[in-house]
């Protein structure tokens, strides 16, 4: 079967709205336009009811209840209202926040403001696989430690953090559990109670659903104190101010629900594609290495390092694909990637990381036909390296 080019195989920096999502959504652009805090009216009643029921969809995908939910603008604002509102409300308790180094630029970045506010802020390190150390995370715990801030699976090479000990590290000690889980959502089963997390982030756009939407999970028993950072009319609790995003809201309960239905069948389906990709790129290449953990890693992410061989030249040969060469967000940037040089990665090697990632719409014909342009491109940019030569 002939396969539509460009192929899509960067489902980790953003995914298509499934047509599912997209036709649930549409007629709260249209018809049903509602603002959801107009209380005197059909059209605002209609409104109110479907974030009502995204609210629930959104809280069943990770074992919450629907009054736990703030919807946001995505993770990013999630992470900034979780990390700088948890550390504001609790100054007087201490000041001390933990987190690790191949966090997401929102995590970090909050981390970083609040270090000009007083903060102190604890950045643990990764071994070789991207993993945190759990003996160290117990030891760096202090009695001013106020919130622990550790995303369950990281973008870049699909790590995923052993989040069941974290938690329970976490409510040993009392300490309040923040998860970043936009890369989660949808692939790993995440459930808030038996993880013992106390706040957590997801965004719509990285499974099949809207972008600039996303919520954040807040515990209700007991309920973390939390202070806003948007004020106006008291939205979300007074957590979120600002007139709802319906039709994305209503997207990303659709994406939820989906997801949920799926989420099996979908992880055997993507990891078997995946498998096929790792297993014919590193027999048909030599030299191929992979960056992340063999297996504790998210099943659409095969993020590879061919030696001899810069990742953006690579791209650019293969316009008719669509990949990511170190990270998307500092791809603008020629520095290599933070998270794989925090994983001991050699700064050759880390130029040369591609991050294949797979989802929902990849097919087996793809997967065949990107293993093919692959190949054929790294072999072109070996044989016209005059280093990569020399050293075979
Ligand atoms: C994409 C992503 C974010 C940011 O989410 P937005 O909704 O795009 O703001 C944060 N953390 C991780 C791990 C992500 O992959």
Redesign the pocket.
């Known amino acids: 079967m002939p396969v539509d080019l460009p192929i899509y195989m960067d489902n980790?920096a953003t995914t298509r709205v499934d047509p599912l999502v997209l036709n649930d959504m549409l007629p709260y652009f249209a018809d049903r336009f509602g603002n959801a805090a107009s209380r005197t009216h059909e059209f605002g009643w209609t409104a109110e009811s479907a974030v009502e029921d995204a609210r629930e969809q959104t809280a069943s995908i990770l074992n919450a209840t629907p009054k736990e939910i703030v919807f946001t603008s995505?993770?990013?604002?999630s992470?900034n209202l979780a990390i700088k509102g948890v550390a504001q409300a609790n100054q007087s308790r201490g000041s001390h926040i933990i987190t690790q180094v191949t966090e997401?630029h929102?995590?970090l970045d909050s981390c970083v403001a609040l270090e000009r506010h007083g903060f102190e802020v604890t950045v643990l390190l990764v071994d070789e696989h991207g993993l945190i150390d759990l003996d160290q995370l117990a030891d760096t715990i202090r009695d001013d430690t106020i919130l622990v801030t550790l995303?369950v699976?990281?973008?870049e090479v699909g790590t995923i953090q052993p989040l069941n000990e974290i938690g329970r590290i976490c409510a040993d000690r009392g300490i309040l559990f923040h998860t970043?889980a936009?890369?989660a959502i949808g692939k790993v089963p995440i459930d808030v109670d038996a993880m013992q997390i106390d706040l957590l982030?997801l965004?719509g756009?990285?499974f099949y659903g809207p972008?600039g939407v996303?919520a954040l999970y807040v515990r209700n028993r007991p309920r973390p104190q939390v202070i806003a950072q948007m004020d106006g009319g008291g939205h979300e609790r007074g957590l979120r101010s600002g007139t709802m995003n319906v039709p994305g809201i209503v997207g990303l309960g659709s994406a939820c629900r989906y997801a949920q239905s799926e989420l099996d069948s979908e992880a055997d389906r993507v990891r078997d594609l995946r498998d096929s990709l790792e297993a014919a790129l590193t027999t048909q290449l030599d030299g191929t290495h992979l960056n992340g953990h063999p297996d504790r890693r998210l099943d659409g992410n095969l993020n590879l390092s061919f030696e001899g061989v810069d990742g953006e030249s690579l791209l650019m040969g293969l316009k008719d694909i669509a990949l990511s060469s170190g990270s998307a967000c500092t791809s603008a940037s020629l520095e290599p990637s933070y998270v794989l040089r925090a994983m001991g990665v050699p700064k050759e090697l880390a130029q040369s990381s591609t991050r294949f990632g797979l989802g929902r719409f990849n097919t087996a014909e793809e997967v065949e036909y990107v293993t093919g342009r692959v190949v054929e491109e790294v072999n072109r940019l070996r044989e016209i390296s005059p280093r990569y030569r020399s050293a075979t």
Not at 74 to 77: I, K, L, S, V, W
């Open positions: 980790l995505g993770a990013t604002e992470s997401h929102a995590t995303m699976a990281n973008n970043d936009a890369q982030s965004s756009h990285k972008k996303g």
